[in-house]
Each structure stands twice: as structure tokens, then as C-alpha cells.
């Protein structure tokens, strides 16, 4: 579905993206994971073509995405609320998406009254613009536009960031079913328990590079805690010394 | 504190975005507020002179003392649209360890730093030194000098009083505008008042009781003192930012539903206009342009010259083109992203762009019909204006559009916004008026100002043809800039 070769991205002499070689199987689902500036988000950018790596490319479907439109038709893909046409009110906007992809305003009323439960009353019939909606509410906004694409791939970054429990439990439910009818997803969180539950396949980003590809099984979730855990000493040690982690300092 | 709140506005104001990294932007601006400056001045200078020439059967002080209160009337109603309120700014203070009272004490003071409390000190003080001191004597020219600051500063927390006010209920500065409109009317218009009268009844016996300065002085504190007890009581966000909490409903405009996507983007587009400040007041603007042909035709000096008619009708019609496209695509900054990445063809995109201009164009020029009663001949210049408009200027605009990457926040205000504005900008109004007389000024001299209009005409509808060649180039040109503007308008 997706191969990366050789990429780079370069922000003021920081390399800040640096990926030789990866293949995302169509079917798989992934999880992204990584301290803040590791390079998650600028990875999902080069993906969809919103910045131009200083080497290497992405291809979707064997071809580049860069200079391309045809990854559009089978991408969808939720990142920030810049990704929201903020003055629209949340029924206009999903009317919009979906008739970027032909369909009708009843079946995309289907398709809403499916997710009643995932709004929590809080989204449709409302009189709201997108930008009067909390930030949770917007993530919900979001993400249901990205599925009512139907895409093959999904991109979703910490969709679990601002919303509550209840939602962050339908979310799993949702990612994981519509990875079993097919669907490609690439998704990045902060919340080890979630990522590890959803995801078949882990990738650990540091300072751009992917240190590790492993496959979920029972002791992922151990071996993620311990390599975020790092400079957490259990019995805090009275030094004047500080603690150097020889990991991060290289 | 109230010094560290200072400091923590100066750095704002320095490293805020829009605080020109632009050079030739701040150099205009600074040219233009000083020949602003100068321009009060000189008639500040001047006004026993001035004085003279418009009230000559008057004494002088009699009718200095009767055009104040009209000034501070008229300085009222510009206040109250143009002066800001110093309001989000204390967001990051609310939750801190500082007293309500020095924050709602910062953002009164700091209220007194508008250039409206400038003018008056350059308008009236050269006449007070140079007229009341000399005849009346110092003590009295103290009473003028303190009575002008006094009212003043009532005008100033008066106007922004009135502004907090209306912004939890919009029909308060309706209201306000309406009785100041009435006042003004009913002097010059019915002259049932004298606000000159007025005005002199109260400076007139400041000549004789200098002591009445001090009532200036009481009512500005009095206001003062009451904008603070205001500000104190609200000092919540929501009741000082937010307006009204109104049911948004959702709209539809099927007649563009039968332009399919393009018709869906251009249903966004004339949502974004009809629901941000600034884009609608660019519309509303074009609407005010509307009636710019009212100043040049009616002028029995310009009745049978053609070329302000060129002017004017490309104005007429294109204004919004020119006024909205110059921003273009700044307006979707906040969701270009996603526009990036949904399924829109930018060929799809840039047909939006197209169906507008000629939309609203269209709309424009049909409004400008009425001035057929000025002569045949203007509807003839403004529809071949209407054609180049469409043909050529729509073409120009967004050739440049492809050049700005800019980030416009859409909820700020019109007026006096230089949000966006770069170097383009100020290339592509040139860039843009200049063309028609390119064409039109020789052939006019050689004798065939009609061959001229023929062949503006031939060239706009050349252009509106060739349409799907120029958005091809458009879009190849925009592939090459993409990530620049992209990457522009994620930096907040």
C-alpha cells in the first residue's frame, strides 16, 4: 500500500525525518509511536504530500504521492483541525466530504445516524460552526469525515488526544473493526494501552528514525514502557550528579 | 505590575507577526499616518485662519468654541468604529497570582493609548497658545487645555463603554449610531439644534469661570471609574470576547448544485465570505464601490471625458475581485491542509475561483446598470470593463494568488488590517490598473477611443475563452509552489 525509500526531511540543519526504507502492507494496522518532536506528525505530512522531504519519496499504490491525485480517492486523513473548514457547521461539512465523493446527502444521513452514539448528542442539530465546537468535539468531527470516505487507508494523528473515555473506547472498537473489513490504518497516539490494543504492528520513532518495527504481541506493551519509562528511577537517587540517559545522549 | 503588563504588550506588539517583517509595508504605513499627522497639524495651526474663512461674520473664539463639541460628536462615531477594545489580551494573566483590580486597571489605561486621543491635542492646542493665551491669558488657556483632555477622556471610555456594551447585544451600537446620526441631522439638516450653541454655552463661559474645567475633568473620571467597575464585574472571558450565542443553521444554494464539485466549493467559498469578519467586509466594501460612479459622473467636469469611466467601471465591476482575490488563498489558510488532501482536482479548485469572480462580477455589473442614466456610453465602458474584468483581471489575480503565502485570520476586522499584505499586494493593484489605459490612453491620442474599448472588449472575451488554458498553467505553476505555500500557511 505504502513504500517510503530513502526519505529525509530537514528542518533548519535538524534532521527531523530520516526513514531508508518502509513498507506498509495493505490490510495492516499500525501504530505510531514516539516522544514529542520525534517526527510523527512531519512523517504523516510527507505522506500526504503536504511538505517536500529533501530526499528519498513516498509511493501509494506504486506511484510517488508528490505531484500525483490519485492517493486522494483512497486516503482519508485526520491530523489537526487544520484539516476543518472551520465555518462550516458539521453537517455541511460531511455533506461537503461526501460530496467530494459522490455521494448523496441521504446516504450520507445513513451514514451519520450510524455514529449517533460516537457524537453523544454533541455534534449534529446543534447550530454550531465547527470552530464554536470544543476541541474534542472537533477531533469527532474529524475523524467521522475521514470514515464516512470509506477509504483504504486511514490516517489519524493521537485521535485519542482531547476525547473522553466513552469515545476513546468506541474509537478502538471502530479502528478495529474497520481494519477487519479491510481498511489500512495509520494511526499515532501517546497512549501506549490504546495503540497496543488497536494496532498489529508498532513503530517506535526517535529523533526521526524508526528504532523499532515489531509486531503486537503480550509483551509489547511491557517493552514500550520501559523504553518510554527511561530517566524514571524508582528509588529517586540523592546526587547532585544528573541522571545521564544513554539512549537519549548519543 | 501595571509596568511588567506594559513590557509583556511592547514585546507583543515587536514580535508579533504582522508588525511588518515587511519593510515596504511599514515604510507606507508610517508615510501615511505621518502625512495624516501633518495634515492635523497644519490645520491646527491654521484654524484661526480656517475659522475666519468658514465663519466670517463670527468672532474667533465664538466659533472655536462652537466647533468643539461638533469635532467630539463626530470624533464619538468614528471611535466607536474604529477604536479597539483591549480585551483577550489578559487571558494568560486571569488564573495568576494578580489582582483583578491592577489587570482591569492595565486595560483601562492602556485604553488611552489610541491615536484618537491624539487628534484633539494637535487640533486644538496650537489655536489655544496661539489665540486664547494671548487674548483671555494663561489661567483661561489652562481651563481650554485641561477641559480638552477632560472631554477627551470621557470620549474615550464613553466609546469603548458603549463598544463592551454592544458586543453582548449588537443593537446598542445601532442605537447609538442612530442618535448621534439624529443629532447631527437635526442641526444641519432641520436645524431644530445648534450644536454650535451648545458647544459655546460651555467653553463660552470657561472664558469667565475658569473653574468649570474641572467638570470635563470629573466627567472623564466619572466614565473612567465606570469602565472599570464594568470591566471588573466581567472580568470572565466569555462575557468580554464572545458575542451572543446565536442557532447556526445550515444553508444550501442549489442553484450551484448543478456545477457539481465546483459548485460545492464555491457554496464553501460564499459561506467563508458570508460568515468571517474580514472577507465580508471586503464584500461589503465592493458593495460601497457600488457608488463610486456617483462621484465621477455626476461631476459636470468629467461628463464627456472617457477615462475615469475606465477607471471607474473596472472598479465597479471587479472591485470585489480585486479587493477578495488579492488574498486569495490566504481567506482558506486555516484548512488548506485539508483541502490538500480531500478529493478535490485544483483544476475543480480553480473553476471555483472562476465561478465566483464571474458570479459576483456579474452581480456587480448589473447593479450598475442604473447609471445608464448618466449616458448609454458608460453602460457600453462598463460592460467591456466587465468583460476584461473577467477575461484579464480574474487571470492576473490569480496568477498572484499562487505567489502569497500569507496566513489571514479570518475573524480580525477590515479596517486597518495589514494582516496579509505583502509586497504582491501592493504589486498587483498596480499591476492591474495599469493595463486598460496601456491600451486605452495611445489609441485615444491617435483618434479611435472607440477602437480602443473594441479591443479591451476583444481581449477579455479572449480570456474567458482560453479559460481552460489558463487554468492549466495556473495549476501547473501552483505544483511548483505548493509546499511553499502550504508550509506559509501553517505558521500562525
Not at chain 2, 485662519?49 to 466647533?67: E, M, N, R
Not at chain 2, 445648534?194 to 459655546?200: E, P, V
Not at chain 2, 479572449?462 to 505558521?491: C, H, P
Amino acid at each position: 500500500m505504502i513504500q517510503i525509500k530513502d526519505l529525509k526531511k530537514v528542518y533548519s540543519g535538524v534532521i527531523v525525518v530520516n526513514i531508508p526504507q518502509l513498507e506498509i502492507q495493505k490490510g495492516e494496522s499500525i501504530g505510531l509511536v514516539g516522544n514529542n518532536g520525534a517526527g510523527k506528525t512531519t512523517l504523516f505530512r510527507t505522506i500526504l504530500d503536504l511538505i517536500r522531504p529533501e530526499a528519498g519519496e513516498v509511493l501509494s499504490n506504486n506511484e510517488p504521492v508528490a505531484g500525483h491525485e490519485n492517493w486522494k480517492n483512497y486516503t482519508a486523513s485526520y491530523l489537526d483541525e487544520g484539516f476543518l473548514i472551520d465555518y462550516l457547521t458539521p453537517e455541511e461539512y460531511f455533506y461537503f466530504i461526501g460530496g467530494l465523493h459522490q455521494q448523496t446527502r441521504v446516504h450520507v444521513d445513513d451514514f451519520l445516524a450510524g455514529y449517533a452514539d460516537f457524537f453523544n448528542g454533541e455534534i449534529l442539530k446543534k447550530g454550531k460552526y465547527i470552530r464554536d465546537l470544543s476541541k474534542g468535539n472537533q477531533t469527532k468531527v474529524g475523524i467521522t469525515s475521514c470514515l464516512l470516505q470509506q477509504p483504504e487507508f486511514l490516517m489519524l494523528d493521537e485521535p485519542f488526544a482531547n476525547i473522553d473515555p466513552t469515545t476513546q473506547f468506541r474509537l478502538k472498537n471502530i479502528l478495529k473493526e474497520v481494519n477487519k473489513k479491510g481498511m489500512t490504518t495509520l494511526v499515532s497516539s501517546h497512549d501506549l494501552n490504546h495503540i497496543t490494543d488497536v494496532c498489529d504492528r508498532i513503530l517506535l520513532m526517535e529523533k526521526g528514525k524508526i528504532i523499532k518495527d515489531m509486531a503486537t504481541n503480550s509483551s509489547t506493551l511491557a517493552e514500550l514502557e520501559q523504553y518510554f519509562a527511561i530517566g524514571d528511577v524508582t528509588a529517586p537517587k540523592v546526587s547532585a550528579e544528573p541522571i545521564v540517559d544513554k539512549e537519549e545522549n548519543h | 505590575m501595571i509596568s511588567t503588563f506594559f513590557k509583556h504588550e511592547l514585546k507583543a506588539f515587536w514580535r508579533s507577526k504582522n508588525t511588518g517583517k515587511n519593510l515596504a509595508i511599514r515604510i507606507i504605513m508610517a508615510v501615511l499616518i505621518l502625512y495624516l499627522f501633518l495634515n492635523m497639524l497644519v490645520v491646527g495651526f491654521f484654524m484661526d485662519t480656517v475659522l475666519k474663512k468658514v465663519f466670517p461674520h463670527d468672532a474667533l473664539i465664538f466659533s472655536f468654541c462652537g466647533i468643539i463639541l461638533i469635532y467630539y460628536l463626530s470624533e464619538l462615531f468614528s471611535r466607536l468604529q474604529l477604536q479597539e477594545l483591549p480585551t483577550l489580551r489578559v487571558q494568560p494573566y486571569l488564573q495568576l497570582p494578580i489582582k483583578r483590580n491592577s489587570i482591569v486597571g492595565y486595560l483601562a489605561l492602556t485604553a488611552l493609548f489610541s491615536v484618537f486621543n491624539l487628534w484633539p491635542i494637535i487640533l486644538f492646542f496650537p489655536f489655544i497658545f496661539k489665540v486664547i493665551l494671548h487674548d483671555a491669558g494663561g489661567l483661561v488657556a489652562l481651563a481650554f487645555i485641561i477641559s480638552i483632555l477632560g472631554i477627551s477622556i470621557f470620549n474615550n471610555y464613553l466609546a469603548l463603554y458603549i463598544k463592551r456594551k454592544s458586543n453582548l447585544n449588537g443593537w446598542i451600537f445601532l442605537i447609538v449610531a442612530a442618535v448621534l446620526v439624529l443629532i447631527g441631522l437635526s442641526d444641519f439638516m432641520w436645524h431644530i439644534i445648534s450644536i454650535r450653541n451648545i458647544s459655546y454655552l460651555f467653553f463660552g463661559n470657561l472664558i469667565n469661570h475658569p473653574v468649570l474645567a474641572l467638570v470635563p475633568v470629573l466627567l472623564g473620571a466619572g466614565m473612567y471609574y465606570l469602565n472599570f467597575l464594568y470591566l471588573k464585574q466581567n472580568l470572565y472571558l466569555e462575557e468580554l470576547s464572545t458575542k451572543k450565542e446565536k442557532y447556526k443553521s445550515s444553508t444550501e444554494f442549489p442553484i450551484l448544485n448543478s456545477f457539481g464539485a465546483t459548485g460545492d466549493l464555491v457554496a464553501n467559498e460564499i459561506k467563508l465570505i458570508l460568515r468571517n469578519k474580514r472577507p465580508r467586509s471586503a464584500l461589503i466594501m465592493s458593495l460601497f464601490f457600488l457608488l463610486y460612479g456617483l462621484i465621477f459622473y455626476a461631476n459636470p467636469g468629467m461628463k464627456n471625458s472617457d477615462a475615469p469611466r475606465v477607471f471607474v467601471g473596472m472598479f465597479m465591476t471587479g472591485f470585489f475581485i480585486i479587493n477578495y482575490g488579492q488574498f486569495m488563498y490566504s481567506w482558506q489558510a486555516s484548512h488548506f491542509d485539508g483541502l490538500m488532501v480531500s478529493k478535490i482536482s485544483f483544476t475543480n479548485f480553480l473553476k471555483g475561483k472562476y465561478l465566483l469572480f464571474t458570479t459576483v462580477s456579474t452581480l456587480a455589473f448589473i447593479l450598475t446598470t442604473p447609471y445608464v442614466y448618466f449616458g448609454w456610453r458608460i453602460l457600453m465602458i462598463h460592460f467591456v470593463m466587465y468583460l476584461w474584468n473577467l477575461g484579464v483581471t480574474a487571470n492576473i489575480v490569480l496568477y498572484f494568488a499562487n505567489r502569497n503565502a500569507k496566513r489571514i485570520d479570518l475573524s480580525k476586522g477590515a479596517s486597518f488590517n495589514w494582516e496579509g499584505v505583502g509586497a504582491t499586494q501592493l504589486m498587483l493593484s498596480f499591476l492591474l490598473l495599469l493595463p486598460p489605459f496601456v491600451i486605452y490612453v495611445p489609441l485615444k491620442f491617435l483618434g479611435y477611443p472607440n477602437l480602443a474599448f473594441a479591443l479591451m472588449a476583444a481581449i477579455g472575451v479572449i480570456g474567458v475563452f482560453t479559460r481552460s488554458y489558463w487554468i492549466k498553467t495556473l495549476e501547473a505553476d501552483f505544483y511548483q509552489r505548493k509546499f511553499t505555500i502550504t508550509e506559509g500557511f501553517r505558521n500562525k
